[in-house]
């Protein structure tokens, strides 16, 4: 199965709420935005996973001012203190071009954020992949085959280095998605057929070159020679992957309760703590509650298993006084 989803241009749409009727409450601060919307692929599929970040002007590299991983729908929510500024919405996903709102993948228009007490402000996103290799691969009768492993390899201080891994599906298709360079040849490897480097070489360097540029390249086809007795091959243990949790709180009020995350993405049991129990404490397992006006910290630990690495992460949260 491909890593890639679909190619899509960005759609945003802004729900800003405001009264006329009333002069607009200056910003402090203890105010924040609130950022929620939907990352989606050009068919509309949610993406889960991908980074959400708000970035303010000035904001470089990977610095942002709140940040956030889509769900299995592609939602995300983000709280972030603007102090009344414009801001933009960028996402990053493996496999696709870092997207921003206003339909372009560079210099996006810059939205005006609103209190949270206001509303939210609703960026709904289709993120933009990158060129990618399409093909299909079949045997010398045209019988589609399955489960063919398709790797791409870029040139790497003159060595063609593997760069992105698929598999064929049902049908024979794939569809590989180069990062590292336009210039890519290919492999397709089945344990039951002689391997190809495409179009028919047998080793990586006899292989041609494929140029990508600004749109797929289609048509890449491959045919596998006669079968093969199956060797079987030695089995390496997966490792663990990393997990993350879902959005946490980022303001409370003194005396005010708010419930945390019980489980990672992964479903791996979150137990919580207060670095700072002056500012905040932990009750009932899940729950942070506000002591004191100021900036508390808190950390969520997670257990590793064999698919699951071991989790932790400290978060921040902003306590107010009480109203």
């Known amino acids: 199965m491909s890593r890639r989803i679909s190619v899509a241009t960005v759609v945003a749409s802004l729900a800003l709420v405001a009264t006329s009727a009333a002069p607009a409450l200056a910003w402090t601060d203890d105010d924040y935005a609130k950022v929620t919307g939907h990352v989606t692929g050009r068919a509309g599929q949610p993406i889960a996973n991908a980074m959400v970040n708000v970035k303010l002007p000035g904001d470089e590299g990977d ?10 729908n592609g939602s995300f929510t983000i709280y972030s203190e603007m102090n009344n500024g ?3 919405v960028r996402v990053k996903a493996p496999g696709y071009v870092d997207t921003w709102n206003g339909n372009v993948t560079s210099g996006a228009a810059e939205i005006e954020p609103i209190l949270e007490t206001d509303g939210p402000t609703i960026v709904d996103i289709a993120a933009v992949p990158t060129p990618s290799v399409l093909g299909k691969v079949t045997t010398a009768n045209g019988t589609a085959l399955s489960q063919v492993d398709v790797t ?9 280095t593997a760069d992105w891994y698929t598999r064929t599906d049902t049908n024979g298709n794939y569809l590989v998605v180069p990062s590292k360079s336009n210039q890519v040849r290919l492999s397709f490897v089945r344990e039951d057929y002689p391997t190809l480097y495409w179009p028919n070489a047998t080793t ?5 070159t494929i140029t990508v540029g600004e ?16 060797v079987t091959p030695t089995v390496k243990p997966t490792p663990p992957k990393a997990t993350t949790v879902s959005s ?3 303001k409370i009020q003194v005396g005010k309760k708010a419930k945390l995350p019980t489980k990672t993405k992964a479903g791996t049991t979150l ?8 500012k905040c404490k932990i009750v009932k397992g899940n729950r942070v509650k506000g002591v004191k006006k100021g900036t508390c910290k808190i950390i969520a630990t997670a257990p590793g298993t064999a698919s699951v690495k071991k989790f932790s992460h400290t978060y921040k949260v902003k306590v107010r006084k009480k109203k």
């Open 152 to 160: 791409s390899y870029v040139l790497v201080d003159g060595v063609w």
């Open 248 to 250: 946490v709180v980022k």
């Open 215 to 230: 749109a797929d390249v289609t048509g890449i086809n491959a045919v596998l020679g006669n079968r093969q007795t199956v």
């Open 271 to 278: 137990k919580w703590k207060s670095l700072t129990p002056g």
């Open 86 to 88: 414009p801001f933009r």
């Open 63 to 72: 610095f942002s001012h709140g940040e956030a991983f889509t769900d299995s």
């Open 204 to 208: 990586i360097s006899a292989a041609t």
